[in-house]
């Protein structure tokens, strides 16, 4: 049996080679708007200029001027929150990890407030592959599993699907990767 990182790396590989399809009719970006589809593979770490905030359970869990966001082909923007910026007294780590092929292992965060629970609502990088060092121990949310998250004044819808973690804003257009059929992009 392959050591540990001797699987990761098959994986990895397994992930980087996996033939990818676009959709057929892709619409343009307009004014203003970024298309997914001009998010770059292998993603890219940016600082973001806007505050961002996520609300549970009646207190702002995470609020930052800080934070980045990570940019991928298909998908809208993973955005990233210091731990300074994040009421850690209410998420507890995790012991599931899963592998994201450029980023490397990611570690689940629960968030619990008073009967409030949100079981793997977030998830972290603790030792980001090169390039993401941005990141390391900086913490995502998924929207769909918070009651309120913000780019700036802009409530955000999460992206389709359960397993991708991307905040959807007014100017930014897909289709993204999460939608029925979307499996190969």
Known sequence: MPRYTERIEQERAKWRQFKRQRPADIPRAGPGQESVWDYPRPPRVEPVPNRLRVEFAGIVLAETVS???????????????????????????????TL??????????????????????????????????????????FARKMDACYVGDQHVISQPGHYYGGWITPEIVGPFKGDLGSEAW
């Open 67 to 97: 934070g980045f966001r990570v940019l991928e082909t298909s998908s809208p923007p993973v955005y990233y929150f210091p731990p300074a910026d994040i009421r850690m007294e209410w998420l507890v780590r995790g012991e599931r990890t």
């Open 100 to 141: 994201c092929e450029w980023k490397g292992l990611a570690t689940y965060w629960s968030v619990r407030v008073g009967d409030r629970f949100a079981e793997q609502a977030a998830w972290s990088y603790l030792d980001p592959d090169q390039g993401y060092e941005a990141i390391r121990d900086y913490l995502a949310f």
